[in-house]
């Protein structure tokens, strides 16, 4: 049996929840953006979002609406009070983290320490 936690470990802006709204909106099966972290990237750690339809012994869980965020215990510690973002303008494009965990970061924003 899976023990799933549910509780905000991330937080989705509005502007995230409906990027993650559209994109699942093209699949045919339910699935959760998974957020996880990695070792890897120029400053140790790593950030990794992607669709996921596995739930895992550990996993805290959040909802938004439609959508649901899926960090496993592992990545948590690192995750908790983080803000993801999507943005679409010229001078920035994706979905970004805001992480009130991470002590560094690289100029990629990919990776954090």
């Known amino acids: 049996m899976t023990s799933m936690t549910t509780q905000q470990c991330v937080t989705l802006?509005?502007?995230a929840v409906t990027k993650v709204t559209q994109l699942l909106a093209s699949e045919?099966?339910?699935?959760?953006?998974?957020v996880?972290?990695?070792?890897?990237?120029?400053?140790?750690l790593r950030y990794q979002l992607y669709f996921d339809d596995q739930?895992?012994?550990g996993d805290?869980?959040?909802?938004?609406?439609?959508?649901k965020v899926v960090v496993d215990e592992k990545s948590a510690p690192?995750?908790?009070?983080?803000t993801i973002d999507f943005a679409d303008t010229i001078s920035k494009q994706g979905f970004t983290?805001?992480?009130?965990?991470?002590?560094g970061t690289c100029a990629c924003g990919d990776s954090f320490h």
């Open 13 to 15: 802006t509005d502007a």
């Open 36 to 44: 996880a972290v990695q070792p890897g990237g120029c400053s140790g």
């Open 97 to 103: 983290i805001d992480n009130p965990n991470a002590t």
């Open 28 to 34: 045919d099966q339910p699935l959760a953006l998974r």
């Open 60 to 67: 805290v869980v959040s909802t938004y609406g439609e959508v």
């Open 78 to 82: 690192y995750l908790s009070g983080a």
């Open 55 to 57: 739930a895992y012994d």
